[in-house]
């Protein structure tokens, strides 16, 4: 589609994977894959050329294929162009793509972007992740949450077993979704407060389940309650490995047992539990407002590797 000299289209397949890479970001060397596996499509690539010379370019992704985009999780502009140029190109771009992408009267997927965890230090990074933001926030979207990008690496100490929790196996999906409809009570989580603006606690939690942690392949068996010496549960930690990495992908506290520091101990059996299959990393990731949990793993040896920042429409 021209305008002018301008050229938006999407990409048509896998043979111009390198002319969309020529905008550097972390997740360029992923696309092979993530094209193969359906988790992208060349209908969901688009980019803005100028001649040869890309410009913009955006993509969504899906968990799965066969799904409808999950997640606007690549938006770059060329940050060589004067900074209105490049911004008015970039809203050229993303209003083209999401009225060819987007079906009429659908909520547009969220937005992810990863950047750099002292990116507001920097001018040119923090002028880079500002510009997209404005051009997002011009066509409509607001940021929900800033959050923190997480890492466990080999060799770090792993905390040994307090003995105040015991720790067993979810027994079945029903009690782990009880637990989660508890845990929302008092979120510091944006995302489950966005979620509990449209539903109970008992439709967040079980969409989250179906929705998330019921995909994960790994073993059900890592997942894990942990209970006081009666038997009461005190918290759930899920270990698990998604497409990319092994992760920590949810842990939670009853409202009744916060504020005495399991959290800690909920991470640690976590992180031994993944440790244990000689794992090169685990990921994690919590929002930055949410003190209480990144304190946890800070205190746990993670390490703050990137920042991630999601807009949303309404």
């Not at 502009?77 to 771009?93: C, F, K, Q, V, Y």
Request: net charge negative; charged share 30%.
């Amino acid at each position: 589609m021209p305008q002018n000299d301008l050229i938006m289209r999407p990409i048509t397949g896998r043979e111009e994977l390198d002319l969309f890479n020529r905008l550097p970001y972390v997740l360029n060397d992923e696309l092979a894959e993530d094209f193969d596996l359906g988790r992208r499509r060349p209908e969901w690539m688009w980019v803005a050329l100028r001649g040869d010379r890309l410009v913009a370019r955006l993509a969504w992704w899906t968990r799965r294929a066969g799904e409808p985009p999950f997640m606007l999780d690549m938006f770059d502009l060329d940050d060589d162009l004067p900074g209105s140029e490049r911004r008015d190109l970039g809203a050229r771009l993303l209003e083209t793509a999401m009225a060819a992408v987007v079906p009429e009267g659908a909520r547009p997927a969220e937005y992810s972007r990863f950047i750099p965890p002292t990116w507001r230090d920097d001018e040119a990074t923090r002028r880079a992740v500002e510009d997209r933001m404005a051009v997002l926030e011009g066509c409509g979207a607001r940021l929900l949450v800033e959050r923190l990008r997480l890492e466990w690496r080999p060799g770090t100490p792993i905390p040994e077993p307090s003995g105040r929790l015991r720790f067993r196996p979810v027994a079945d999906p029903e009690e782990l979704v009880e637990l989660m409809t508890l845990v929302l009570d008092g979120t510091l989580d944006a995302h489950s407060h966005a979620d509990l603006a449209q539903m109970t606690p008992a439709q967040a939690a079980r969409a989250q389940y179906d929705d998330e942690l019921a995909r994960y392949k790994s073993p059900r068996e890592w997942w894990r309650i942990a209970t006081t010496h009666d038997g009461d549960p005190v918290g759930f930690v899920i270990p698990a490995r998604n497409s990319y990495n092994p992760i920590i992908a949810y842990i939670g506290v009853l409202p009744a047992y916060r504020g005495n520091g399991h959290i800690g101990d909920l991470l640690a059996e976590g992180t031994r539990i993944l440790a244990a299959q000689d794992v090169p990393r685990i990921r994690a990731s919590t929002d930055v407002g949410n003190v209480p949990m990144a304190r946890a793993f800070q205190r746990a040896g993670y390490v703050n590797f990137q920042r991630e920042i999601n807009m949303t429409w309404s």
